[in-house]
């Protein structure tokens, strides 16, 4: 007899939706609730590196959007007037009829994944999370926040960086921390030479250019905001153009584009690192709700897709395996890699924060991307 037969998964952003495609592959009946009351997509574009792609290929959803994407082999790093630092050659880890990297819209994304999820079987109801639950050796019994009721052989927290579960499970002993940093972002046709990820170093903070179709790319930036402040919303254009003042260059032209503040999205970084094992009992936390981290390093999607890859290997291959002995095989798999990002990202920022000129950051991106091509 399986030790999981079905699942619920808290939480429809990337983690979640790539988790439900994992698990019904592998057979497994899946439950999935999202507080949200509509299907609604925070953000602009996502950059998916050559690890991420070999995992989209694996999860077989990969097709489905290459079409809305833009495929891109290289990452480059300039200086803030656009001075050449390094190229560093994509890796085509899903193998050669894919290509190393895609930038995509991140609606795309989530129609891709929303879909397939649901065509495969995948129950969904929006406008809902868990209220608690009480769990024994056998499952999960789960009240919702309409009042129903579910159990379940394995319930997952996809349920991002304020997750309940992850507050239902450990208290008050997690909480997200503003690390200094705010993230900035806004959309723009492509221009015709950002055909790879470019990541342009300024005095006070980093911007980047990345394709996401053939006529739109997304410029991001990341600046220095003690205090965590609030940012007025009809104020967020003049805001973002103040901060890219040191940039020249195609960064320079741009800026002066930035007129329109409902086109600016800001996020102030904040993180989260559960430094012990991410399940108890039947419960598991994955994704962001596990080890939220910074942008630095674009690899925050890429570890909960990983994260939902490795959670379907192991629940296809469960046989009587127990649950403990499962969940102790993913955090074995899965945590020192989550880490080893969490900690560079977050790295990469503070050496932004206190503008040590003499970071690495090349070096960084190097061994970050000789890490996540190793197997999962």
Not at 272 to 287: A, K, Q, T, Y
């Amino acid at each position: 007899m399986k030790a999981v037969s079905n699942v619920l998964i808290v939480g429809g952003g990337i983690g979640g939706l790539c988790s439900a495609i994992a698990l019904r592959r592998k057979g497994i009946e899946v439950d999935l609730v999202e507080l949200k009351s509509e299907w609604t997509v925070y953000g602009v574009g996502i950059i998916q590196q050559c690890n991420v792609i070999r995992e989209m290929a694996r999860l077989g959803v990969l097709d489905g959007y290459l079409g809305a994407a833009f495929p891109f082999e290289d990452v480059a790093l300039y200086t803030s007037d656009g001075t050449t630092l390094a190229r560093i050659p994509g890796q085509r880890l899903a193998g050669p009829d894919y290509p190393a990297n895609v930038g995509i819209s991140r609606l795309a994304l989530h129609n891709v994944l929303s879909q397939t999820a649901e065509k495969l079987g995948t129950h969904i109801r929006l406008g809902l999370s868990v209220d608690r639950f009480e769990q024994d050796a056998d499952g999960v019994d789960v009240q919702f926040t309409d009042g129903t009721q579910g159990r379940y052989g394995l319930v997952v927290g996809a349920d991002g960086l304020f997750s309940k579960v992850r507050q239902l499970l450990f208290g008050d002993t997690y909480q997200p921390r503003h690390t200094g940093q705010a993230v900035w972002r806004h959309n723009f046709k492509r221009a015709p030479q950002i055909d790879h990820l470019a990541n342009f170093h300024g005095p006070d903070g980093n911007a980047g250019l990345c394709p996401l179709a053939d006529d739109l790319m997304y410029l991001y930036l990341t600046s220095y905001e003690p205090g965590n402040p609030w940012m007025e919303p009809d104020s967020l254009a003049e805001e973002m153009r103040k901060r890219l003042g040191a940039f020249s260059g195609l960064i320079g032209e741009l800026r002066e584009q930035i007129t329109d503040s409902s086109q600016v999205v800001y996020k102030p970084m904040e993180v989260v690192f559960v430094s012990e094992p991410w399940f108890r009992g039947r419960v598991l936390l994955i994704g962001d709700a596990a080890h939220a981290t910074t942008p630095h390093l674009g690899q925050g999607a890429g570890m909960a897709i990983e994260d939902a890859v490795v959670l379907g290997e192991l629940m296809g291959e469960q046989g009587a395996t127990p649950i403990q002995v499962l969940l102790e095989r993913f955090m074995k798999r899965r945590y020192e890699r989550c880490k080893f990002i969490s900690e560079s990202s977050i790295l990469a920022g503070d050496k932004e924060i206190a503008r040590d000129h003499d970071f690495d950051r090349v070096g960084l991106v190097r061994q970050m991307l000789a890490v996540t091509a190793e197997p999962i």
